[in-house]
């Protein structure tokens, strides 16, 4: 029964972070695009956008693996850190986060392999 309740949590938690995706890729398309921000801070963005749709997408197949909650865990925290180191930089050209975004995608590639056990 956890395991089906985790499997609804994940799944609940994957279909938000796939909104607000969305949500960071349409104004990416449309009000970040139109700022005078550098051709490097534009690609991080989109970057980051990329893969926060990835990652919200495998959240909603982590219900299906046999530990959700390590599963979501690990994708979860990787895209914060990954997604969201990108995100900050790219918005405000403040670089000092970067060291966070290797973390942040050896937690996904983690998570990935937490999906296969």
Known sequence: MA????GRVWGRVGAVSGALAV??????AHGFRRSDRDDYLKE??????????????ALLAVPHCRRPLLAGSLLTSGMVLFCGTFYYHALSGDPSLTKAAP???????????????
């Not at 949500?23 to 990416?28: D, K, L, P, S």
């Not at 973390?103 to 056990?117: D, E, N, S």
Request: glycine share 16%.
């Open 23 to 28: 949500t960071a890729g349409a104004y990416g």
């Open 3 to 6: 395991t089906s309740v985790a």
């Open 44 to 57: 991080l963005y989109v970057t980051g956008n990329q893969y926060h749709f990835l990652h919200s997408l």
């Open 103 to 117: 973390y942040g995608g050896a937690l996904l590639i983690l998570g990935w392999a937490a999906m296969a056990l």
